[in-house]
């Protein structure tokens, strides 16, 4: 049944070629070469869309990024690689872009390793389908709020005087004292924990999918050669999800690193850069020091580190097919 | 559809058999279960609870759950706020548009793709795919000029063409996969009776896509529902701010109205919890296939 509605495996995202069907008779050379056009004419709103606001605005963005003081200056001037030179000088784009970093891998990592661990659960063959089903439901939960959602909620939840607090200081793990948005030293663990939150649910899924996708004749042989659960684990299992995990873990890294809202309405990239990450970082500089062609270059140079692993992502996803 | 929800359970590797004697590990997996949902599901449960309190007892000490003060105010305060009902409106607006224009733009391409050999296809395949990996960030700054040259600055037509931008490419590769699983002999039967492609398309593949359209559907919602970037930096009046923004906006005020804010946040996340209900399996399915073949 799952033919149906999903792509088997092993369909390349675009189908090998389909021969269309021969006209015949008079007006041969005609009809072929409007079967030729055809094709086009399908992509082309996709293409007119494409073109003015994908292509346009990157090269926009670029020609921006070359000169001075655009949009606030009527007769911007050409200034080469001096706004690049602006922002590679400035500390706080080393801060932004330890601070993405630290932000996206950690988030990516631990993605994993609850989604995994979650997966797992759910999938036990020791519990009924009923049972498996409504706790699916709650694991699913944090995924179904809007970012905007999830940082007022957590805003409210870690506020000095917050229910977080409350339990830690009744438990004693802390003094039930910490400012955890608003402190240099727990900020950025605090906006990455919230990611964590909100984000594992998409890679639970995904890998709870692959888990039911793996054939159980894989483990009776392992059974039969005699592997325990650990080694089926780790010879049936993992190798068995391993495309899925960097499908997977490639795709959060690129989100990831593109997360705005979540910091922008938890800490703003503050307290002093604390949180400054790429995203927050470029807007500031145009939307708040409106000066538009420093921050295109930021962008630009934002722009080209997403290539690097876009790259990674198609070339991956080429070698699945 | 790749239901979770249907498929028979196989075992994962961490139990090699069900022996009769696992009750042990029942409990242990049923306490592990437990956590993990207390994890996921406090929160929420906090931020409903939230929604029902007065703004006074918010910070109450010791926190509750539930608190003398208990009542629906924030939600009818928010009910009965016009500026307030305009961004839920907005949002239906923006969000709808942008899922049927998608599905629309998307089928044309997509059948493209899945139906004809031509020149480029290749390169416009990898264009679609790594489209999606251009940061939102890079593309505001022009965004920002571009819509205000088109006219489109602080419309709806610009925040859909917007978000078009972002659903088209993973659209079209789910409904090029999607077509690819349906025969070809299927279209090429209307073909011999003298019927064109378009014929072909929308009265014989598009019919039979419905699960496919629908998980695609959902997931684009879902997007145009939930962003914030382009939704804050594009529009400018009370009047055009879409549900996220909103939300911030009540935060950006003097004190802060918590209540109203949980409020706002449980009725913002409605719909997106009616389609998942509703269409769960299309939801996880689409989802997945999509993480797994983008």
């Known amino acids: ?321 | 559809m790749t239901a979770v929800v249907e498929r028979p359970a196989v075992t994962d590797g961490t139990t090699s058999r069900t022996p009769p004697k696992n009750t042990g590990k029942k409990v242990a997996l049923l306490a592990a279960l437990t956590l993990g949902a207390l994890f996921a599901g406090l929160p929420v449960l906090w931020m409903l609870a939230s929604s029902f309190k007065r703004n006074s007892e918010i910070f109450a000490f010791p926190p509750r759950l539930i608190t003398p003060g208990f009542s629906f105010d924030a939600y009818t305060t928010i009910l009965t706020d016009p500026t307030k009902l305009r961004f839920f409106l907005n949002s239906y607006v923006v969000a709808l548009s942008v899922t049927v224009l998608s599905l629309v733009v998307a089928v044309l391409a997509a059948y493209a793709f899945s139906r004809y050999e031509f020149w480029g296809k290749k390169t416009i395949n990898v264009v679609v795919v790594s489209v999606q990996a251009v940061p939102p960030i890079t593309l505001l700054i022009p965004y920002f000029g571009l819509m205000v040259t088109l006219r489109l600055y602080n419309t709806y037509q610009g925040l859909i063409l917007t978000y078009m931008v972002f659903t088209l490419p993973y659209a079209i590769i789910m409904m090029t996969g999607y077509f690819n699983t349906l025969p070809k002999e299927l279209d090429e039967a209307v073909k011999v009776d003298g019927a064109g492609p378009m014929t072909a398309l929308w009265r014989i593949l598009v019919p039979i896509s419905v699960p496919g359209l629908v998980s695609v559907g959902v997931y684009t919602f879902m997007i145009a529902w939930n962003e914030f970037l382009f939704a804050l930096t594009l529009t400018r009046t009370e009047d055009m701010r879409t549900v996220p923004i909103g939300i911030q906006l009540l935060m950006g005020q003097h004190s802060y109205e918590w209540n109203e804010m949980m409020a706002m946040s449980i009725l913002g996340c409605i719909p997106v919890l009616l389609l998942f209900l509703f269409f769960q399996r299309y939801f996880i399915g689409g989802m997945t296939a999509g993480a797994v073949k983008l």
């Open chain 1, 1 to 321: 049944m799952s033919q149906i509605t999903r792509p088997p495996e092993d369909t390349p995202v675009l189908a090998a070629p389909v021969r269309v069907s021969e006209a015949s008779g008079r007006g041969r050379s005609i009809s072929r070469f409007k079967q030729r056009l055809t094709p086009y004419g399908f992509l082309t709103p996709t293409g007119v869309l494409l073109v003015i606001l994908m292509v346009t605005p990157i090269i926009m963005v670029i020609s921006y990024s070359l000169l001075d003081g655009v949009i606030t200056n009527k007769n911007p001037a050409f200034v080469g690689f001096e706004n690049y030179a602006e922002v590679l000088t400035n500390p706080v784009f080393f801060d932004a872009v330890r601070n993405t970093l630290v932000f996206t891998v950690s988030s990516v990592v631990v993605h994993f390793a609850i989604g995994l661990a979650f997966a797992l659960m759910l999938n036990s063959p020791l519990l009924g389908d009923r049972i498996k089903g409504l706790f699916r439901v709650l694991y699913i939960l944090p995924w179904l709020f809007t970012v905007a959602i999830v940082a007022v909620l957590w805003r409210l939840l870690l506020s000095p005087n917050g229910v977080v607090n409350y339990l830690l200081g009744a438990f004693g793990v802390t003094d039930g004292q910490t400012e955890w948005l608003a402190s240099t030293s727990t900020a950025l663990a605090a906006v990455t924990f919230i990611n964590i939150w909100s984000g594992y649910p998409f890679f639970m899924i995904s890998l709870l999918a692959g888990l039911q996708g793996i054939p159980r004749e894989l483990y009776e042989a392992a059974r039969v050669d005699g592997a325990g659960a650990f080694k089926q684990f780790r010879h049936v299992t993992l190798p068995q999800l391993r495309p899925i995990i960097i499908s997977m873990a490639l795709l959060d890294f690129i989100w990831t690193t593109q997360q705005f809202a979540l910091i922008w309405m938890t800490t703003g990239g503050g307290p002093i850069a604390a949180t400054e990450v790429l995203s927050t970082f470029t807007y500031k500089l145009a939307f708040t020091r409106y000066d538009f062609s420093v921050a295109s270059a930021a962008a630009v140079l934002v722009l080209l580190m997403s290539m690097v692993l876009a790259f990674f992502y198609v070339r991956h996803q080429k070698a699945r097919d």
